[in-house]
């Protein structure tokens, strides 16, 4: 089991796996603001949540081995190698 973090910048999209003992560093203007997600990752594909959906993982339901979609919504995944 690995304790990397996913790091979801919700705005753009932007997934990144960090160690849980790094920094994130960004600077922002004023009225600027980001809304990032931290998520433990320890699979070869993460679910982040519903990216239509503010608060996530809100409206979906993880089951044993799956996830059940409760509202409309595309799903943001996390892949090494791949997009969310």
């Known amino acids: 089991?690995?304790?990397d973090v996913i790091v979801y910048d919700?705005?753009?999209g932007e997934?990144?796996?960090i160690k849980p003992d790094y920094n994130?560093?960004?600077s922002l203007n004023e009225l600027e603001f980001k809304y990032l997600l931290m998520k433990g990752f320890?699979?070869?594909t993460e679910?982040?949540?519903l990216s239509e959906i503010f608060v996530m993982p809100k409206g979906l339901e993880k089951l044993e081995n799956t996830y059940r979609v409760l509202d409309q919504g595309t799903v943001a995944l996390y892949s090494p190698g791949g997009s969310s």
């Open 1 to 3: 089991m690995s304790n």
């Open 24 to 26: 994130v560093n960004f």
């Open 47 to 49: 679910v982040i949540g």
């Open 15 to 17: 997934a990144n796996v």
């Open 10 to 12: 919700y705005f753009t």
């Open 42 to 44: 320890d699979a070869k």
